[in-house]
């Protein structure tokens, strides 16, 4: 105590005397030392034409951007006062975006691309920011995973050789179908990545996930798994009651089964599509053409977010804002199996997977056209999209949602700004080039679109 009473007294003796000396800055001492240690923004605001803000989010790990953004002050530091809103789930959030509710959510990579076509609810939505990749895992059943064991390779020290295929549940589900048994998985939308993933997964068995048509929309035409909607929190819910066997989710809700004792997740989506896209940042058209400065000040925001989260020393904070129950709302040691680079599978099977949750590198954040256009191929697979569409088609459908123009312009203030270095802005005309990293090794070129729908050997064909 005397040692802060004698610091205060000379600071204001300090201030006493430059005063009476006639020192023309008339400052006190304790307020200059104050301003020399405060960093000074270096983010030059922009016009903006909407400042109160309020965005929409679900409850999982990859709205971390959305977070972030907010808690470290990147949003403010641009002049945006937001409000982040946990939302019951995925046609709740399209809803209240479109009927402008909120005014941008993170979203489902295939909910504007669906709104976009005139699948479900028709509107208008673009997305400029990506928010991460990967992240995705599909657990089963204790019980299904005890039967589907078996049927997978070990390793010499034992343990399951990954990627499990969906080879080793067919013979489960061929059990299942001799007793009379429907075989039910659960994923989180019709235009999830997780419905695409899960069905991409099965079929490269040979198992039929059901199609969809314009009579029935609920894609279990000719299905051997029947597969239905759950929403991501109740995924643990629904595997431990028995209502499902199975589901594809992202996290915490596949780390939630393990961390509960319920279920084992069997493979990630890392492993179906290596670094996929997941999860998009959605405004709807009108809003990004009233409100440009605001758009592009949102869309630097998350990108300054996403490069904060894939620096690993970030990671064990950014665990501790997500546990938060304003946020995701999980404890922390689940929320980390993923978070700080590994993945936990059967109990006490925890691997390395370091590219898990990607939010920055790799081009994460940037909305490219053929991720886009690989959601439509699916639509198409699927019978979600009825009838065939000339190649142009494509292109020219996602080039309305995906806007890597305004992503761009952000980046480049950014850059400006030194908030990034110039290199992270990929030279790219918004395609990725053909890539075969896929579990079932089928080649995706974004520019053949028909070509890759007619690949595979169960669903649609153009």
């Not at 489902?108 to 400029?128: E, H």
């Not at 990967?134 to 059943?141: A, K, L």
């Not at 697979?381 to 459908?397: L, M, V």
Request: proline letters at 6%; charged letters at 25%; hydrophobic letters at 35%.
């Amino acid at each position: 105590m005397k040692t802060i009473i004698t610091r205060v007294t000379f600071i204001v003796l300090a201030a006493f005397f430059m005063v009476a000396c006639g020192e023309k800055d008339t400052k006190p001492a304790v307020v200059k030392e104050v301003e020399e240690t405060k960093t000074v923004s270096k983010t030059k605001k922009l016009e903006l034409e909407k400042k109160q803000l309020t965005f929409g989010f679900i409850k999982l790990t990859d709205m971390a951007p959305l977070a972030i953004a907010k808690e470290l002050g990147y949003f403010k530091e641009e002049g945006l006062y937001v409000k982040v809103e946990a939302q019951s789930n995925w046609k709740n959030i399209l809803d209240r975006v479109i009927d402008g509710q909120l005014d941008g959510s993170h979203m489902l990579a295939g909910q504007p691309i669906a709104a976009g076509i005139g699948f479900g609810r028709s509107a208008d939505l673009v997305t400029p920011f990506s928010m991460d990749l990967n992240g995705n895992g599909i657990t089963v059943s204790n019980d299904v995973w005890k039967k589907m064991k078996p049927n997978v390779p070990l390793g010499d020290d034992g343990k399951p050789l990954h990627p499990i295929k969906a080879d080793a549940l067919k013979p489960v589900i061929k059990e299942y179908k001799d007793k009379n048994v429907q075989f039910n998985m659960g994923m989180v939308y019709p235009v999830s990545t997780h419905n695409y993933e899960i069905r991409y997964w099965l079929a490269a068995a040979g198992i039929n996930p059901g199609m969809y048509t314009k009579a029935n929309t609920q894609g279990q035409i000719d299905a051997e798994v029947l597969l239905s909607v759950t929403p991501p929190p109740q995924m643990p819910q629904a595997l431990q009651s028995g209502s499902i066997l199975g589901y594809c989710v992202g996290e915490p809700w596949n780390q939630q089964a393990v961390s509960k004792g319920i279920g084992v997740p069997v493979v990630t989506n890392y492993d179906i599509w290596k670094n996929n896209p997941e999860k998009v940042f959605v405004m709807t058209k009108k809003f990004v053409e009233d409100n440009p400065n605001t758009t592009l000040a949102i869309t630097k925001a998350l990108i300054r977010a996403g490069k904060w989260l894939d620096d690993p020393s970030n990671r064990l904070e950014a665990v501790k804002i997500l546990s938060r129950p304003e946020y995701v709302g999980a404890p922390e040691d689940v929320l980390a199996n993923s978070m700080t680079g590994t993945f936990e599978f059967e109990k006490g099977d925890k691997r390395s997977m370091p590219d898990f949750n990607v939010f920055y590198k790799y081009d994460a954040t940037y909305p490219f056209y053929s991720d886009g256009i690989w959601f439509l191929t699916q639509m198409r697979r699927w019978g979600q999209i009825t009838e065939a569409k000339p190649k142009e088609w494509y292109s020219e459908t996602i080039k309305d949602i995906y806007r890597p123009d305004i992503w761009k312009k952000a980046a480049n203030l950014l850059v400006e700004e030194g908030q990034i270095p110039a290199s992270d802005i990929p030279d790219t005309d918004g395609y990725k080039p053909a890539t075969t990293e896929f579990i079932d090794g089928k080649l995706y070129d974004a520019k053949d679109p028909i070509g890759y729908v007619n690949s595979f050997s169960i669903g649609n064909k153009d």
